[in-house]
């Protein structure tokens, strides 16, 4: 089984800054991408952020230059900082990872259970 826990969500000012965590644990081999994804009421699920195994990232235009992935092999989590908010990032933020629970497993995306970020104006 693999697990999943988000964290990092919250209510901030319009200008502030946040930091989601996402950490995977339990029958893990490898995890190849993980990302963010955020879905705001009334909207569909949009990809926020996207980072591979090797550390190279891909951004939503309408985050680039604001928000920051990383990850932490060692640990197997994926972080999004999240700087200078705007009242339009309020939306529940999801991660995800495709990962394989064994060498010869097929690629598996897992998502978290979504954390909660609201921006003030």
């Known amino acids: 089984q693999v697990h999943l826990v988000e964290s990092g969500g919250g209510l901030v000012q319009a200008g502030g800054s946040l930091r989601l965590s996402c950490t995977f644990s339990?029958?893990?081999?490898?995890?190849?991408?993980m990302g963010w994804y955020r879905q705001a009421p009334g909207k569909q699920r949009e990809l926020v952020a996207g980072?591979?195994?090797?550390?190279?990232?891909n951004y939503s235009d309408s985050v680039k230059g604001r928000f920051t992935a990383s990850r932490d092999n060692a640990k197997n989590t994926v972080y999004l900082q999240m700087n200078s908010l705007r009242p339009e990032d309020t939306a529940v933020y999801y991660c995800?990872?495709?990962?394989?629970?064994?060498?010869?497993?097929?690629?598996?995306?897992?998502w978290g259970q979504g954390t909660q970020v609201t921006v003030s104006s």
């Open positions: 980072i591979t195994s090797g550390g190279v990232t």
């Open positions: 339990g029958s893990i081999f490898a995890i190849n991408v």
């Open positions: 995800n990872a495709d990962l394989r629970t064994t060498a010869w497993a097929s690629l598996t995306t897992y």
